[in-house]
């Protein structure tokens, strides 16, 4: 067998390769994609499109700052079209990099375990 020979055989091997693992990944994103289906088919039917859920709010620590990893709780509210509705007390955590500023109003998420966790702090 010759050098072209040789090479082109390498590169079938190589193709065929890429081929499965071509094949594999498509298989993860069809699997992916249903688990995401079936998810968002498990939502409440009050959850609006896209399950997000809405987007809440809470005040900020009104004593101290609170580091990076702590916690306090807070009157949590779901902003729903033009109005605030309040939620009830939660405990929040403080996930960001850095402290929360006392008194700021925070942007919250629920975390699937009745907790809330900031992903921003308002400037003002």
Do not use: H
Request: proline share 6%; glycine share 12%; aromatic share 6%.
């Amino acid at each position: 067998m010759g050098w072209v020979e040789s090479r082109m055989i390498l590169a079938e091997r190589s193709i065929e390769d890429l081929y499965r693992r071509l094949v594999d990944v498509m298989a993860q994103v069809t699997a992916s994609r249903q688990g995401l289906r079936a998810a968002n088919q498990a939502l409440p039917a009050s959850a609006p499109p896209g399950g997000g859920g809405g987007v809440f709010t809470c005040p900020g620590p009104t004593v101290s700052t609170i580091a990076s990893g702590a916690s306090f709780t807070s009157s949590v509210s779901q902003c729903q079209g033009g109005s605030l509705a309040v939620v009830g007390s939660a405990t929040v955590y403080n996930w960001l990099p850095a402290a929360l500023v006392p008194s700021k109003t925070c942007i919250v998420l629920p975390d699937g375990t009745g907790s809330y966790v900031v992903v921003s702090q308002s400037c003002t």
